[in-house]
């Protein structure tokens, strides 16, 4: 934008009554991420570019989604619900710092793109006082429409107020609206709250701005791309065109999709080459998968990275922190969190492995389950490269298994077993005893301060 400078204001203060829920309308989800994340990711970003976010009282969930996403962001308390052009003044002291663009968007429209957001800016530079975001509504029933004459905006006339011939305009109003930052204050400042609700709405900043001789423009976009979030049945429909999008995005770069409508992505999900995901794949946040690395059905990948010719599946489940090394297999019905498995390794099959971290080429067989937490806390179970766990084995953390060192099956494993060495099963009554030592030891610790 030349090197224009923008304040983005984001209205984000609804109560989203309609969504039938006790969480805030904005923190609902789309492909991973909050509908308020998807429209901070697309505000205007770099230097001269400045972000305030207007939220409702005991909001404050939304407020720390914003602190976590733009710790810079300026956040706004709307105290009293009455009307957009209310909300926008919520922010006067952050429009009042000057800026050569205003930008005022919505936190239910995760669709929304940088792109969009810049062609609104445009006309700005060229001298326009504002520029109105539009689009061709397939039904605008209860949309404003937009008037324009000679390619000019001259109103936005609200659906209860428009004539006949009016109603039949498909052009409607997506709410988004771009204003020369030195006229904005003073426009906003004199829209009225003559109408049946006694409230302030922006759009009337249109009437104001053309009966001072100023000019308004409208921007066309897809009716996909402003899609606001008031119901459940709209949040779907939402993530059904997001995720349309991230799979076309994903094919494009080259990821082989089996059955593309059955894999769901996240949008932060990130990929390398010749990478191959089988059908009835979910990807949560959090993700990269490494050149040549295959997931197959049914997995549950979240907060994990996935390494080159890495195998992932079918039906295995990696919880956050997992790390998955070149070439390594965590193959069904297995599970982790918070592990590093080097290269090479294996997990094939129905095991549970937290909080480890498995040296490379080791194999851990079938049934395997590092017990890692006490009743207390986690604790940490390292396997040396090479090592071998034979099935059915317990590994009773925090506990170290040696490099090259070989587990017999159906072992419990609950002191450190050096390099190369051999362990095998304890007997029932060695095993008897440990457990009603540490059923003592659970007891005890109960009872003391710190245990309560």
Do not use: W
Request: glycine share 10%; net charge neutral; with cysteine.
């Amino acid at each position: 934008m030349s090197g224009r400078t923008c304040l983005t204001i984001v209205l984000a203060a609804g109560e989203g009554t309609r969504m039938r829920s006790a969480l805030p309308k904005v923190l609902h989800k789309v492909a991973g991420q909050s509908l308020l994340a998807h429209v901070l990711a697309a505000a205007p970003k770099g230097a001269g570019a400045a972000l305030a976010v207007v939220i409702g009282p005991d909001h404050g969930a939304v407020a720390d989604e914003v602190r976590r996403l733009h710790p810079d962001a300026a956040i706004f308390v709307q105290h009293e619900r009455l009307g957009t052009a209310h909300a926008v003044l919520a922010a006067r002291e952050a429009i009042a710092r000057g800026a050569d663009d205003l930008l005022v968007v919505f936190g239910d429209t995760p669709l929304i793109s940088a792109a969009t957001f810049a062609r609104l800016r445009a006309p700005l530079e060229s001298g326009a006082t504002l520029a109105v975001l539009g689009f061709r509504a397939a039904d605008p029933t209860g949309y404003g429409r937009l008037l324009v004459e000679s390619g000019r905006l001259v109103a936005v006339r609200e659906h209860a107020d428009a004539s006949p011939q009016e109603r039949a305009i498909k052009l409607s109003n997506a709410g988004v609206i771009a204003f020369d930052g030195s006229r904005a204050l003073q426009v906003i400042e004199k829209i009225g709250n003559a109408n049946a609700k006694g409230e302030y709405y922006l759009p009337d900043a249109v009437t104001i701005i053309r009966q001072s001789g100023l000019e308004a423009v409208v921007i066309e976009t897809s009716e996909d791309e402003v899609r606001g979030i008031n119901t459940k049945a709209q949040l779907a429909e939402a993530e059904e065109v997001m995720q349309a999008r991230l799979r076309k995005a994903a094919l494009d770069a080259g990821v082989t999709m089996v059955a593309p409508d059955t894999v769901y992505l996240s949008a932060d999900t990130t990929f390398g080459r010749d990478v191959t995901i089988e059908p009835f794949v979910v990807i949560g946040p959090g993700v990269s998968i490494a050149d040549g690395a295959v997931i197959h059905s049914f997995s549950h990948i979240v907060e994990s990275s996935i390494g080159k010719k890495a195998s992932i599946g079918p039906y295995a489940r990696l919880r956050p922190k997992t790390s998955v090394g070149e070439g390594a297999k965590i193959g069904n019905f297995v599970e982790t969190k918070a592990v590093t498995l080097e290269a090479g390794a294996k997990v094939n099959h129905l095991t549970y492995i937290g909080d480890a971290h498995i040296g490379a080429a080791a194999n851990i067989g079938a049934g395997t389950i590092t017990c890692n937490y006490d009743g207390f806390g986690k604790h940490q179970t390292t396997i040396g490269a090479g090592a071998f766990v034979g099935s059915n084995s317990s590994l009773v953390a925090p506990v170290k298994i040696g490099r090259g060192a070989y587990i017999g099956s159906g072992s419990v494993i609950t002191r450190d077993v050096p390099d190369d060495a051999l362990a095998v099963e304890r007997s029932q009554q060695t095993n008897r005893e440990s457990g009603a030592a540490r059923y003592r030891e659970m007891k005890t610790r109960a009872k003391t301060p710190e245990g309560k």
